[in-house]
């Protein structure tokens, strides 16, 4: 029963008095695809309006702890067994009716999990998780899982730690130096200098040394080549302006494409090493961190530059305990390893190297910012000599899984997520995330004491080694396949919980409804008289992003085993990323100076989950995929018009799934307008068939052969496209097929683009008969 008809009774009955819902909202402009990926070029924070923010915080402050959202109605009381004269079994008869019309509804938990939130707790936790850099592998980062488990734990939270031994990268020697002709030679420190007064200024010792995991180790003195962002684009751009790139040092600047590929574009362009350097242009266009939140002149991004998914010694299987593994040689001499020696710089590093590059001069669009030395395309003469040495070592990594068992369904799953793990101290990515995790376990836990179990089993994890390439989320996922795949609902990611002031929500479509409605309901922390859906709608107009791309934890779930998904952050793109800067300084000054945000972005998380985990009827609307299909083969067919190709079976499978939604929605209707008028509960088994065809319709998507060329890749709608970094808008095969044949132009190749739009057909036709409950 929905909890609206459960209002509606109460009314009608006159037993007791809920506050509505509320009403249904217009509907929303079209979604648009976008994909969540942590590269992206910074653009400002806004620093908080004082007059409009609430006092900062404090311990004595009790405004702070006073509720973000109006305090809901105290539980109304519980029908009380009294004695009557009536005889028992009529007694008994009607104190089951009464207690069945009284049970809370989930919306009643839903309001009071709202009022519950509490900026204290996650400004508390954050500063806890990020008192040392804690990369995946180090102790420092085991202790920072200590706290997580230690925190489930005393809130009565069956807690573990899930070990695994995977591959990482730690650099062991680096050195970089540059020379020209009648010049010094400049031997760059590579060292993030620290500020005065910086109170993370002696833990900052403790930071790796600034390195890209997995670069090859080898070394290369040679004549630098600019390459602007390092996008395939710009190699062809060099090819046309005759800039040879073999055997150079190719110099780019972050911004545009995940750095695995500007690694890798730079090796398939030739180049014997690569450096990446943060641009000031694009990363301090203001003031410098820590006079405002941009990217000191010595700040540099560190990261991953493998391309691939979980552990690189244990492809599509998990490490476990003594599992078979390919060698750590095999493992690095992949095509998703960098294979050349490459190193990141710093802005300053950056331009350094710029003022030595000659050739001609580069293009407006490859320019850098005020300030800045003329760019141009070299190669030479600057030299520069780099060294890299890394240690690719299996180490261990802990996850922590934390189980809150489902009252009447234990054996469904509402999956929660978020890694530990950090580059430097994590403040930004992902403890902010961690923090409002364990803030919104706090706010479970009071609800518990109130009477409420969910209907459905919660589970929250917090993933290790995401960095190095969404490892203890993948390995996981691989280790409990099938499990996984049969019962769960769900699964929630937060990775960057709170980085700037805007909403960044990405899902798969059947739970964008359910991702509005709960924004409606959520206080926008930087404007109490407007919601985070009017923030959200109010901001740049693109809704609701698509999981396609890598970028986070959600990937092993949707792209691997097809679970629905969500992805959500406050997000504003933020300068100091993997960083050393990126520590509970720069958050309280710029990022969340209230941690209202972090329970902002609590409250969404939690609300998603208590709707997913409490309501009767799974709350998943697939006419959203609908639209979505057909939006994806629009687009498809706009881009082979004129070629012999057919998108019509894609066509006709949408139409056989709408169909199964029609039908899914007369049935709802059905189970709605039966509990209204019977006192009864639902047929449990009908429930549990509508339900699990509405958990299982996702999975259909996926494909036992996967993506071609790429087997892990199973969601034949949502994965990342061989040539888009970002992933492609929908149907990753067709859109790979397409780039092709478009420069093969075979019929061959034209051919296969037809045979991927039947494979995706065949995964829709399959998705609507689970959806339907019928077969041929
Ligand atoms: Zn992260």
Known sequence: MSAEDREKRYRSLRLLYYPLRSGSPAAPPHARARHYRTDYPASPVPTPDAAAMPPPLGHDDSCLRAPLIPATPPLPPRATARLHPLPLLVGALFAAYYHLLVEPAPSYYQSLFLSLGSNDTA????????????????????????????????????TRVTPYEVLLSYPVRRSLSLSAPGRDTTAFALVQDTYPGDPYAAASAEVVPTFLAYAASGSAATEVVYANYGRTEDYAYLASRGVNVTGKVALARYGKVYRGDIVKNAR???????????????????????????????????????????????????????CERVSVAEAMATDDMPGIPALPVSGRDGEEILRLVGGDVAPEDWQGGEGAPVYHLGPGPAVLNLSYTGNETLATIQNVISVIEGKEEPDRYVILGNHRDAWTFGAADPNSGTAALLELAERLSKLQTKGWRPRRTIILCNWDAEEYGLIGSTEWVEENRAMLTSRTVAYLNVDVGVSGSGLDASATPQLDELLKQASKKVQNPDNGTESLYDMWMASDGSLIGRLGGGGS????????IGIPSVQMSIWSEYAVYHSVYDDFTWMEKYGDPMFRRHVAVASIWGLVALGLSDEEILPFNYSSYVTELENGAVDINKRVLGMPVSLSPIHKSIKQLNRAVLKVDSELQALQTWKFWSPWRNNPLRVRDLNDRLMMTERAFTEREGLSGRPWYKHMIYGPSLYNDYGAEAYPGVDDAIQTAKKANTSESWQSVQHEIHRVARVISQSASVLSGGFS
């Open 123 to 158: 400004a508390a936790h954050l500063r806890a998780l990020t008192v040392r850099p804690h990369l995946a592998g180090t102790e420092a980062n085991a202790l920072a899982a200590d706290h997580v488990v230690s925190t489930l734990s005393s809130l009565s939270f069956p």
């Open 268 to 322: 398939d362009a030739g180049a014997a090493a690569a450096v990446i350097f943060t641009d000031p242009k694009d990363y301090t266009p203001g003031k410098a961190f820590p006079d405002g939140p941009w990217m000191p002149p010595t700040g540099v991004q560190v990261g991953s530059t493998f391309k691939g998914v979980g552990d690189p010694t244990t492809p599509m299987w998990a490490s476990s305990e003594g």
């Open 553 to 560: 934890d959600y990937s092993a779930f949707v792209q691997h």
